[in-house]
């Protein structure tokens, strides 16, 4: 029972992290750019967070928890910009 507590306390952290850094990704958007466009760029962000989750739940049987750790080590560097991407160049 406390392991699954602990879970779901870690999940609502995570959630509330997200949903933060959402809110002042947007903030800090609309006020170096255009106000619609930081609300259209955190949109896009958030439907490809969507996007993946559809794909996990659907395909349950290819994303099971024993096979956790084989799926993030070929998912992760994937997805991960480099360094060298997100570093400005002057």
Request: hydrophobic share 50%; net charge positive; aromatic share 14%.
């Amino acid at each position: 029972m406390t392991r699954k507590l602990s879970f779901l306390g870690g999940l609502f952290l995570l959630c509330a992290c997200v949903l933060v850094l959402q809110i002042v990704e947007t903030r800090i958007l609309s006020v170096i750019s255009f106000y619609h466009l930081a609300f259209f760029a955190i949109s896009m962000a958030m439907f490809g967070m969507t996007a993946g989750s559809l794909i996990v739940y659907f395909n349950q049987d290819f994303f099971t928890p024993e096979r956790l750790l084989a799926n993030l080590s070929w998912i992760a560097p994937r997805r991960s910009p480099p360094p060298s991407c997100c570093r400005p160049s002057f």
